[in-house]
């Protein structure tokens, strides 16, 4: 077909390119909440490591969005967005079953999104809209890989009742720009009320128990070591559970769009930390099943700026000693597999720690407390938790 063809008689102007961007942005941006929120809750553990990355994709998308509408004449990212756009991305968190959220997030919400941008794609004008066209094909390719895994779980799902009612309410908003011909008007009857979680929950593929201390890994033989080592890697869902906890409390409080970026960003570089210690299980011959999150359980009920600063100022400062001499370890033994790992984390490890001051210092700001004071803080909460004195931060593990 010749480039011709393909060129709308039309096009899109900026006001309604900029209003079509916003949508998906909002779409993506409210996303960030119900992932979060559903790898607390979601049981299964790897596919609560699929939604850390489909979360980072949609993180990445709201950055572009936000870069594009920057340039747009009109182009503020939060004005006009509908409120039964608001609803359905509301919603779609409340789902009553993991497999309910699965079918109404993937089968239902994002299936109408790839519908849109698709449909917005045939109506732009190859020169005029190139921008757009560039950013919405972007985006797209990476919804389609997210759809063909949630197409790929083999479960009956089209035949929920909750898939039968938010398909309802998005008939009834005219899809997601509202362009369509409207339904009826449409009140859901099966939402329940979606509680954060205050512990990771797991089936019971995955049960709650101690780990090995350092102090006991040193003294091992470098295979059960090794073992134990990723044991550790596999527990780093403590800290994807804390950042997912930082990143659905942030969703609905006035923060920077930056903030939820880089604890995007951190959130799933932990759960990837603790895929590596799945994958180097496995392939050391143990199934990964015992996890510790003590260190997420007791940051519960901390407020925001506490829970920063004792993951990225505390926790990860405690650990970061350890990074560099585990890679050089590894290369001593010739275990070349999980020195890539170690190599990879100890790099993720430094970036988390530039997070942790950016954001403690911003949220900082004006405040008559310093860093020190917000960790004294942490320090009492812990010492209340634990009925003894807490003067250091540190880990069991
Ligand atoms: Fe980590
Ligand atoms: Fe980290």
Redesign the pocket.
Known sequence: MATTDLISPNGLGISSAAQQIRNYSWIARRSIKTLSGWFLKIADFERKYTLSYHLYDNSEHVTWFRARLSEMRGGNPNANIRPQLREICDTVLLAPSDDDFLAGYYGVLQANVIESIKADLAALDLSANANEQRLLQRVLRDLESQQMWFLSLDFDWESRVWVGELRAFIKSMGGIHGELPLGDPYTFTQCETFVRPERILFDDKISVGPLCSYEEREKMDTKEATIEQFRV?FN?FY??ALLASILYDASDGDYPWELLADFSRHFW??A???EFGCIRLRELGCEPDRVNPILFDESQGLPLLHRIAYLTRGL?AY?MPRKGKRVKDYEKVGDIRSQLFADQ?WS??IN?VRYGSRWTDFLLEDDHRDLDDIIDEVKDHLSKIRGKKVDTINAPF
């Open positions: 890697f780093e800290a994807a570089d932990e990837r930390h603790s990860e650990f984390d993720d490890e988390h």
